[in-house]
């Protein structure tokens, strides 16, 4: 059985707003150098992404 990927693009204002819909996954982070800084928010199962859990308890410990 394979896991299925959820990819999201856009700011990290953008992805901030829905991490709710993450909270307890973990997930991957790559920051696209050069990119525009205000590309539309997609979602593709087909790609890569992985929730994590990191970005919750990061702000738990500060």
């Known amino acids: ?3 299925q990927l959820l990819e999201v ?3 990290w204002s953008e992805i901030l707003a829905q991490s709710a819909k993450f909270a307890g996954h973990r997930v991957r982070v790559i920051v696209l150098a ?11 199962n087909d790609l890569t992404t ?12 500060e």
């Open 1 to 3: 059985m394979t896991t």
């Open 9 to 11: 693009e856009g700011t």
């Open 34 to 44: 050069g990119e525009p800084h205000n590309p539309p928010l997609l979602y593709r």
């Open 50 to 61: 992985e929730a994590t859990e990191n970005a919750e308890g990061d702000r738990r410990n």
